[in-house]
């Protein structure tokens, strides 16, 4: 037998001839919790039986690992567990724009079904939110950002009903209630604060507490951050995060909050999710353009202490390949924006 191989993230492995009782075997380490999980990706070269020689899989988390090597497990092996399916909803219409490669971000992530959904097939009863696990709204510009962005669709939850005459809130409320998952990305995020669903201070939903506002620069930022996640916050999304690289793409992205108290708050009960960072010291900054819309407290995400609602300015789904990144050309390799939604999937399952 051939020296043991040695593989960042996972260990010395016995096997480095045969593809799949060495996949087995790192999948049943990760699976029991023997080797640590790493926000930093490690490669496998020509190790599965269905790769073709040279080609490298990128893993994250145990999961994701489970889920590429499934062809390396016979039928009713002792390691294939039934797992709960996780069907994500992603909102379309009124001028939503990234609802496509969100849906495939949902897909990439793990998710069983990622359906793409138009508001008016919720009203209509044609789709209940009910049959999904996660929610998404997506960016876009919605309504063309008259009265401010996400404003007139904020108005549309919380004041129709459905088709039966139920009040979209209600829906949207045992949504929460049943411990499912809300995302907002950029313009999915304004929706959220004008909705309430975001920070959600004291539990109250539905009750605007923070709202977004022109840039600084007073320009769209259309560019690459660096971002910083909260270790101590309760976000599911964000579980196990460290430094992240996403694009950004708004105008009106800068977080502003009614009191200096509210903003204390925000930080000290750790609902500050996502933090724009220095690239290079890792830390949170208020320098522009590191900083693309002056947030105080450097602020890209927030959450609601459930750590069930997520909404932030970058997009993640726009990373979703490692040659979305500046400079995957060099050899330098950042964790998808898509680890978001494999955490929320990880978490639903």
């Known amino acids: ?166 009040p979209l809130l209600e829906h949207l409320n045992v949504f929460l209630k049943e411990g499912k998952l809300l995302l907002g990305i950029c313009n999915g995020f304004q929706l959220m604060v004008k909705l309430g669903l975001v920070p959600a201070l004291d539990g109250k939903f539905f009750t605007r507490q923070v709202s977004l506002a022109n840039n600084d620069s007073a320009r769209f930022e259309d560019r690459w951050v660096a971002l910083r996640a909260n270790s101590k916050s309760p976000c599911v999304f964000t579980r196990g995060l460290g430094l992240l690289a996403m694009p950004v793409r708004h105008g009106e992205g800068r977080i502003v909050v009614p009191d200096e108290e509210t903003l204390k708050r925000l930080e000290a009960e750790n609902l500050i999710a996502l933090q724009y960072a220095d690239a290079e010291s890792g830390l949170p900054t208020q320098e522009y353009p590191a900083n693309p819309n002056g947030s105080p407290l450097a602020i890209a995400g927030l959450t609601d202490p459930t750590g069930h609602c997520l909404g932030l300015m970058p997009h993640p789904e726009a990373f979703n390949h490692a040659t979305n990144a500046p400079r995957w050309t060099r050899g330098e390799y950042e964790l998808p924006g898509t680890i978001l939604f494999e955490n929320a999937v990880n978490y639903l399952r």
């Not at 009782?21 to 999948?27: G, H, T, Y």
């Not at 699976?31 to 926000?39: D, I, K, R, V």
């Not at 069907?87 to 379309?92: E, G, P, S």
């Open 1 to 166: 037998m051939e020296e043991p191989r040695k593989i960042p993230g996972i260990g010395d492995f016995p096997y480095a001839s045969d593809s799949a009782p060495f996949l087995q075997e790192a999948s049943r380490r990760f699976f029991e919790g023997q080797a640590p999980l790493t926000s930093q990706p490690f490669v496998l070269y020509s190790l599965c039986p269905f790769a073709k020689k040279g080609r490298h899989i990128w893993i994250f988390q145990k999961r994701a690992l489970l889920r590429r090597v499934a062809c390396a497990f016979p039928p009713n092996d002792k390691w294939s567990l039934p797992m709960a399916k996780v069907n994500v909803l992603v909102l379309t219409g009124y001028g939503t724009n990234c609802h496509d490669e969100t849906a495939h971000a949902a897909r990439l992530g793990g998710a069983d079904r990622a359906d793409i959904v138009h508001f008016s097939d919720i009203v209509s009863c044609s789709v209940r939110i009910e049959d999904y696990q996660m929610m998404v709204f997506p960016g876009g510009f919605l309504d063309g950002d008259d009265l401010g962005a996400g404003q007139a669709a904020a108005q549309r939850w919380l004041h129709m009903s459905d088709a039966r005459g139920v």
